[in-house]
């Protein structure tokens, strides 16, 4: 029995392939035929063939409480997720406002602080900011910007507006998965590329290294890149791999490096020592130089700071940026926008309460049950409470969590969150699905077509972390044909 | 530009590929001689344990060496590191941490064959199915270094990758010499005595070499002159002096490399300077523990220099373009 959408049901969530009264939305047609045409051992063989493709390729994620093996396959689901190209034009241009005005707020804030001094930001939430570094004030990097690759989290809602529901400005990770899926897909659906004209995302290695040169302190044609890997424990070491070899630059670890007399970062290497100009970190800040942060921080490279304050290598994204990677900060956004740039946001924040202002605590306090609880400064869908999902004990834990320390405490309605039809055990079920796009910034800007769609493969499941239980699927962003 | 760090994983990814491969042909054609042995031979399995060199800690777990034990022992016993499925993993290991230079294809094949072992490994037990297993494991390995060879960029990485697979080529010419040649050379046992082509014949096997030497040395099997060839011969790959010779092609084209340059041209005239019709009638462990020290030698000083990134104090190798000259 192949797939039959009459079973299909999208239960009151928005669906990004199919409408509510059961017809395809705009893109999703030809897929959806194509799927329909498909017996149970066709989809059986292509989800094979993608999980050998998988297993081959070594396309893996680690988690650290997996004992044994710490690779495991990144779970993928063959049904693509489709955007038309109209949709993606605007989501396009709203990020890069935002992350325009993000960076913008970032260098204000290691620099005069004039958002403070004119009472658009408050000046409370930064002296509570666990990701300000008093170390970067001052410091100037090339072309004013600090988060030069930021990976923002979309979600669609119930009526199908799509919120922007967190920056990641620290180490997102993440796109090498949204290029292997293509890859993926490409091996496993050769024949539905004929038929749809879908946007490339290959371009992305060549961008990032392009954007990355862009930073080198010292004029020259081949300026040496590194990547600078926390090893091979960490979740997304994978990825950090990748990059480098898609790039064709040195993945370095902190070992590697060190600061020389004349305040430059060097690696070793078989012919001595070598220079190194632009830094892409995916350590964090608090582990990147033992003189300056944690002291027993093996990852890190003693002196990097100083190489770095003193203009002698670039590092990306600049030590400090999280500073705006923080769900309170994150509140501010939309009046960072209308400050910096005096624009209106193209793209929506979640309504966010946040929990150091007293009447919104109130408020939150009243509502547990229908909100969603997070701390301010925890990614991987970590530390966070699902009101509706959660017991009354939960509730009443987070209750005291927030009066506690209410300036690490933010909250938002629960969305929704937009379905997508999954492959689970040869049915077709819907699954709550959320999207991470990428946008690289430094003399301009670019935005990746589309992103890493991540995928709850538990059934009614919200989270979409690797570490929790989520998978991935392809996006594509398609031409409509002038729908 | 290339970093300590990933030179030291190449070259150590290399030599895990190539020890894996030999063990699977010590393996493979051992198995081939048994069936050729009488009943009444003294030969087992115990001559691949010394090859191996993993002797004391094989009897710390096992009694005896029989097939079971040596053949568990061998290919998936965690009690012994260099065991054909840590070595896999060892190899993955360092593949894994160093995939930014190495080209895609050898990645999936090596994670194909790491799979492979560990799905099949229990067919190594029965001796019907262990040609298919190590068949394919050195069908594997040969792939492995078919796309390095013919994807790779052959540049300074791909000397590491040379040098690695190299030293452990030599290596372990040498062991086999070692241990067959205990075994064969002075006993004239004449019951024996027909048997004793075959293994000869089954050392050159286990190098994979019996038909080139057929085609280079034109005389029948022979212990002396067998010995002559897996030690002194320019062109066959797994001839020690082969294999230095490689190594210093390689150390030519790599910067700072007069202190492992040193080390190699002390081993390359010990092998070759050895008068072999007086090693089959004598000393021959000693003279091959002299090489295996040598080559000892060679993997240290490549470790200071490349590895650890040892600086050189030019004064100790002042009379090093004398010693190159009369090598």
């Known amino acids: 029995m192949a797939i039959s959408w009459n079973d299909y049901s999208t239960e009151g969530a928005f669906d990004e392939l199919i409408g509510p009264s059961g017809r395809a939305r705009a893109g999703a047609g030809k897929i959806m035929q194509y799927l329909r045409g498909l017996n149970d051992t066709d989809l059986r063989e292509r989800r094979e063939a993608a999980e050998l493709a998988m297993r081959v390729m070594g396309i893996t994620f680690t988690v650290y409480s997996h004992e044994g093996g710490i690779d495991r396959v990144w779970p993928f689901d063959i049904i693509p997720r489709i955007i038309s190209a109209r949709e993606w034009q605007t989501t396009d241009e709203g990020l890069q406002q935002r992350v325009q005005a993000l960076n913008m707020f970032i260098a204000d804030v290691y620099g005069d602080q004039r958002i403070i001094k004119d009472k658009v930001f408050p000046e409370?939430?930064?002296?509570?900011?666990?990701?300000?570094?008093?170390q970067c004030m001052g410091v100037k990097p090339a072309f004013g910007v600090w988060a030069h690759i930021c990976g923002s989290d979309l979600v669609r809602d119930a009526d199908g507006t799509l919120y922007v529901l967190e920056d990641n400005l620290r180490v997102p990770s993440g796109v090498s998965y949204m290029?292997?899926?293509?890859?993926v897909m490409k091996r496993v659906f050769p024949e539905l590329f004929e038929d749809y004209s879908i946007l490339p995302v290959d371009g992305y290695s060549t961008r990032l290294f392009d954007m990355l040169a862009s930073l080198s302190p010292r004029p020259a044609d081949f300026p040496t890149i590194v990547v600078l890997t926390p090893g091979i424990y960490n979740s997304a070491y994978f990825e950090h791999s990748y990059l480098a070899q898609q790039m064709g630059v040195e993945l370095v670890a902190g070992s590697d490096l060190f600061v020389g007399d004349d305040d430059c970062v060097y690696m070793r290497t078989i012919n001595g020592r070598a220079q190194v100009d632009v830094i892409y970190r995916r350590v964090d800040d608090l582990f990147l130089d033992p003189e300056v942060f944690n002291p027993e921080s093996v990852l890190g490279v003693p002196g990097i700071m100083r190489a770095w304050r003193k203009g002698n290598v670039a590092i990306a994204n600049a030590p400090g940026a999280g500073v705006a990677d923080d769900k309170v900060v994150y509140a501010y956004v939309p009046q960072m926008i209308r400050y910096y740039l005096d624009q209106d946001p193209i793209l929506q924040n979640v309504p966010t309460y946040l929990c150091v202002d007293e009447a919104q605590r109130a408020y939150v306090l009243a509502n547990l049950d229908s909100l969603v609880v997070k701390p301010a400064n925890e990614s991987g869908g970590y530390g966070m409470m699902v009101g509706p999902a959660a017991t009354k004990k939960t509730r009443s834990e987070f209750a005291r969590l927030i009066k506690k320390d209410p300036r690490n405490y933010i909250a938002q309605p629960t969305l929704s969150l937009s379905t997508a039809p999954t492959l689970?055990?040869?049915?077709?079920?819907?699954?709550?699905?959320?999207?991470?796009?990428?946008?690289?910034?430094?003399?301009n800007r670019h935005v990746t077509r589309g992103g890493l769609t991540r995928v709850a493969l538990k059934k009614g499941s919200l989270v979409v972390n690797s570490s929790q239980g989520g998978g991935s699927k392809d996006t594509w962003i398609v031409e409509t044909g002038g729908h | 530009m290339l970093l300590s760090?990933?030179?030291?994983?190449?070259?150590?990814?290399?030599?895990?590929?190539?020890?894996?491969e030999n063990t699977a042909r010590l393996i493979l054609v051992n198995n081939h001689l048994l069936l050729d042995m009488p009943r009444a031979s003294a030969l087992g399995w115990e001559p691949i344990v010394s090859i191996t060199g993993i002797a004391e800690k094989f009897y710390q777990y096992h009694k005896q060496a029989s097939e079971r034990n040596v053949m568990r022992f061998l290919v998936m016993d965690a009690n012994n590191e260099g065991c054909m499925l840590q070595s896999l993993a060892g190899a993955r290991e360092n593949l894994r941490t160093s995939r930014a230079i190495f080209p895609r294809a050898v990645w999936e094949t090596l994670n194909d064959l790491n799979s492979f072992a560990i799905e099949n490994k229990a067919k190594v037990l029965t001796r019907r199915e262990r040609y298919q297993f190590m068949q394919h494991v050195i069908d594997s390995c040969h792939l492995i270094s078919g796309k390095l060879?013919?994807?790779?960029?052959?540049?300074?990485?791909?000397?590491?990758?040379?040098?690695?697979?190299?030293?452990?080529?030599?290596?372990?010419?040498?062991?086999?010499?070692?241990?067959?040649?205990?075994?064969?050379?002075?006993?004239?046992?004449?019951?024996?005595?027909?048997?004793?082509?075959?293994?000869?014949?089954s050392v050159l096997d286990s190098l994979a070499g019996y038909q080139?030497?057929?085609?280079?040395?034109?005389?029948?099997v022979r212990g002396d002159e067998v010995l002559r060839y897996l030690l002194q011969d320019a062109y066959f790959p797994r001839a020690i002096n082969h294999c230095l010779d490689q190594l210093e092609q390689c150390l030519r084209n790599l910067p700072r490399n007069e202190a492992p340059q040193y080390a190699l041209v002390r081993a390359q005239r010990l092998v070759r300077n050895a008068k072999v019709e007086k090693l089959v009638h004598g000393p021959l462990?000693?003279?091959?523990?002299?090489?295996?020290?040598?080559?000892?030698?060679?993997?240290?000083?490549l470790t200071a220099t490349y590895f650890e990134g040892k600086e050189i104090s030019p004064a100790v190798y002042y009379d090093l373009p004398h010693q190159l000259a009369s090598a």
């Open chain 1, 124 to 134: 409370e939430v930064l002296a509570q900011s666990v990701n300000f570094r008093e």
């Open chain 2, 285 to 301: 462990h000693d003279f091959i523990n002299d090489v295996q020290l040598a080559l000892i030698d060679i993997n240290s000083e």
């Open chain 2, 212 to 220: 080139m030497y057929r085609r280079y040395v034109h005389v029948r």
């Open chain 1, 179 to 183: 290029l292997e899926n293509r890859f």
């Open chain 2, 5 to 20: 760090s990933v030179a030291e994983r190449v070259y150590w990814f290399a030599r895990y590929v190539e020890r894996v």
């Open chain 1, 424 to 443: 689970c055990d040869g049915h077709v079920e819907p699954r709550h699905i959320d999207l991470r796009p990428f946008i690289l910034s430094a003399d």
């Open chain 2, 149 to 201: 060879s013919a994807s790779m960029s052959h540049d300074q990485i791909y000397e590491f990758v040379r040098m690695g697979r190299n030293i452990e080529r030599a290596d372990m010419t040498s062991r086999v010499i070692d241990v067959r040649a205990e075994n064969l050379l002075p006993k004239h046992d004449e019951e024996m005595k027909p048997f004793s082509d075959i293994q000869w014949k």
